[in-house]
């Protein structure tokens, strides 16, 4: 049985004082269904995902990082990131295309891209970013953030000709460009307003059966946008389902 052990955690005032702690729950504990990261500590669970060996080397070659600090942030996510092809895999059987709110470096719509064979689902994948940050912006900046950030994620997608990288601010981005028909969407944006404005466009593109995923739904820090999203929901006749690693799913069922 495996286990995934990162030293990602947020918000920890002192980190040696809390890995001593980590240290000694994985020894008085029988070190089975460990998943420790992204402020998650599992113990006895099956974590079916580590034993899928597709998924696992598109994931360790998609978020490698020559930085070791760098790479433990980028690999915290794996958890998250079998969510999201969980669902991506599970609405390739509905009309529509899928849709990324924002997608950063394109990390996790790469692994989606690579895990579901993309280029031969005949759907298009639309991703949407700023991609650099200034100062006054309301996101915060992030390492990879620049000028040249835009080409290259448009790089990184050169193999798939039917995924759209566009740079813009969403929701005015999504008026440009954006698909009719949705089956899958993740909204990673950050931002209340933002996240709230891309629904008001797309959510009624999200076909019966289609998915949504919040990244930030059940973060504390990101309270902002559960707190405008359970209502925006509550007016569709829905409800959020907050799952262990801070994302939010949303099933559209009809
Ligand atoms: C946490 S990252 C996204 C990570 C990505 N979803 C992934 O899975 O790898 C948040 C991104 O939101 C972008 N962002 C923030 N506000 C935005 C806006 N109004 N329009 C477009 N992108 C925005 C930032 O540039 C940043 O790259």
Redesign the pocket.
């Known amino acids: 049985m495996k286990n995934f052990v990162n030293s990602c955690f947020y918000g920890v005032s002192d980190s040696t004082e809390f890995f001593r702690g980590v240290q000694q729950a994985l020894k008085e504990l029988a070190p089975y269904g460990i998943f420790c990261g992204d402020n998650l500590f599992t113990i006895g669970r099956n974590l079916g995902f580590l034993d899928d060996a597709v998924f696992m080397s598109i994931f360790e070659r998609n978020t490698h990082n020559a930085d070791p600090k760098q790479q433990e942030i980028e690999r915290t996510?794996l958890w998250?990131?079998h969510v999201?092809t969980w669902a991506a895999r599970s609405c390739l059987k509905f009309e529509g295309d899928f849709v990324?709110?924002?997608?950063?470096?394109?990390?996790?719509?790469k692994i989606i891209c690579e895990y579901l064979d993309f280029n031969n689902t005949g759907k298009h994948y639309y991703l949407?970013?700023?991609?650099?940050?200034e100062e006054g912006?309301?996101?915060?900046?992030?390492p990879?953030?620049g000028s040249s950030?835009y080409q290259q994620v448009q790089q990184r997608f050169a193999e798939h000709p039917n995924v759209h990288v566009i740079q813009?601010?969403?929701?005015?981005?999504l008026l440009l460009k954006a698909p009719e028909k949705i089956a899958f969407m993740?909204l990673?944006?950050?931002?209340a307003?933002?996240e709230i404005?891309?629904l008001e466009i797309l959510f009624d593109r999200i076909v019966p059966g289609g998915m949504l995923v919040l990244?930030?739904y059940g973060w504390l820090a990101y309270s902002a946008q559960k707190q405008a999203e359970d209502p925006f929901f509550a007016k569709h006749g829905l409800r959020v389902l907050e799952l262990p690693t801070g994302q939010g799913l949303v099933v559209k069922f009809r």
């Open positions: 996510v998250r990131t999201l990324e709110c924002a997608c950063y470096k394109g990390t996790s719509a949407y970013d700023l991609f650099e940050h912006m309301d996101h915060h900046s992030m990879a953030h950030l813009g601010s969403v929701p005015e981005a993740h990673d944006i950050n931002s307003a933002a404005g891309a990244d930030d």
